[in-house]
Each structure stands twice: as structure tokens, then as C-alpha cells.
């Protein structure tokens, strides 16, 4: 059984490009969830989404960030125009349900670096 | 979502049990107290869940104060690659985890 995918497992980008990153969910897992840690901190909820929808971005940056998980392929968290501050690992995770009672499953994480 | 409070940090040896404490004075009682973990370079794993009763896993024990405002996650037996982050989360229907500073285990061989 595969688990959480996230590619790619390091990013660079310069100021000013954008960044894309990827998350295939647990097969079968139709919610996913986005989180950032920064460098030495915690875990940060960014944005939660079901297929097609997003359901919480209360975490979000409310510029340059966006994520989406369409019907088909994997979700997506795009950032734009990267600026120095955003280097850090963002994780993704999936549940096959929502409710406190449900497990989340994370992928390794991707490592952004902006130069 | 409740307050957590755990030790920033804890030593253990090799073999032995290790009892890893989190206090939730504010939690609510529709929470789900949860323990994930957090290996070096690695993305957070789940331990353990509990709501009110003591659950065992093949991961670990969680003992649930019989008031809830307090919990200890159990590893019976520490090995190296029990070295790790340890987060603490009550949890209710909104889906986010909502990570504090967790207590970072050091196993001594």
C-alpha cells in the first residue's frame, strides 16, 4: 500500500518564481491537508481540502499561495512569486474521512529553499 | 482548541519504558486526544488516539486521566529509533491538528 507521495522532495527557487508542489493522498483518501514548518518551529495547518473543494484555508497566507485538489491527479499547493520567508518543509496528509476520530496520514514533505 | 503543555524535553534509556506526560486542562469533552510523532527529516506519524478509556497499539499505551485534562503516552520498551518529537493533540471536528512544541525524546543506547 503506498502512502502519502509528495514531490518533489526539494524545491529551489529563486525570489520571484513560483513553486508547485505535489501530493498524491493515500489511495482511496479523499481529504487532504496542507502544513508548513518553518525552520526550528512547529507544524502550521495551512489548508484543508476534499476533491474539488476547498473546506479550511484559515491557515493560509491570504497572497501568493493557493492549493487545489481536482477530481483527477493529485492536489497541488502553488506559491507564487516566492519570497526568502517561505523556505521551509511543507507536508501533506490525508484521512479517508473527516472527524477528530480520524487518522492522518503525512508524506515525507517537501523541502523548499529560496535563494 | 485546547492549551497543551509538555515537557521541551526527555532522556530515556535503551530498553526501558518510557512515560512521555501532556496536559489539556481546557480540552473539551468532545475531544479526541491524539499523539503523533515526529522523526528527524521525516513527516509526522500517528501513535496513538483516545477519548476517554486507556488504548493500547502496538506503538504505545495511552493512559487517560480519569478527568481528562491530563494524559501520558507509554513506550514499553524504548529503542534508538523511538528518538523523535513527540506532539500531543486534542483534537474535535475541525480537522486541522493543531501542533504545539511536543516534547523531543532522547534514547540513550
Known amino acids: 500500500n503506498a502512502g502519502v507521495m509528495q514531490n518533489p522532495r526539494h524545491l529551489v527557487r529563486r525570489r520571484g518564481q513560483e513553486a508547485r508542489l505535489r501530493c498524491s493522498p493515500v489511495k482511496g483518501h479523499s481529504h487532504v491537508y496542507w502544513y508548513r514548518q518553518l525552520p526550528e518551529e512547529g507544524l502550521k495547518f495551512m489548508v484543508y481540502?476534499?476533491?474539488?473543494?476547498?473546506?479550511?484555508e484559515s491557515g493560509m497566507p491570504k497572497e501568493r499561495f493557493s492549493a487545489e485538489f481536482p477530481k483527477e491527479g493529485p492536489s497541488i499547493l502553488r506559491i507564487q512569486q516566492v519570497v526568502r520567508g517561505d523556505s521551509a518543509a511543507y507536508f501533506c496528509?490525508?484521512?479517508?474521512?473527516?472527524?477528530?476520530?480520524?487518522?492522518?496520514?503525512f508524506g515525507p514533505g517537501t523541502r523548499l529553499t529560496v535563494l | 482548541d485546547a492549551k497543551t503543555t509538555q515537557p521541551n524535553s526527555m532522556e530515556s534509556n535503551e530498553e526501558e519504558p518510557v512515560h512521555l506526560p501532556c496536559n489539556h486542562s481546557t480540552i473539551s469533552g468532545t475531544d479526541y486526544i491524539h499523539w503523533y510523532r515526529q522523526l528527524p527529516s521525516q513527516g509526522p506519524e500517528y501513535v496513538i488516539h483516545g477519548l476517554t478509556s486507556n488504548v493500547n497499539n502496538r506503538m504505545a499505551s495511552l493512559a487517560i486521566a480519569e478527568d481528562r485534562k491530563s494524559s501520558t503516552l507509554i513506550l514499553h520498551r524504548a529503542t534508538l529509533r523511538d528518538a523523535a518529537v513527540y506532539y500531543c493533540?486534542?483534537?474535535?471536528?475541525?480537522?486541522?491538528?493543531?501542533f504545539g512544541g511536543g516534547t523531543r525524546l532522547m534514547v540513550k543506547p
Open positions: 493533540i486534542p483534537s474535535q471536528g475541525g480537522n486541522m491538528l493543531t
Open positions: 496528509a490525508s484521512s479517508p474521512g473527516q472527524g477528530a476520530y480520524n487518522e492522518q496520514f
Open positions: 481540502l476534499q476533491k474539488e473543494n476547498i473546506i479550511d
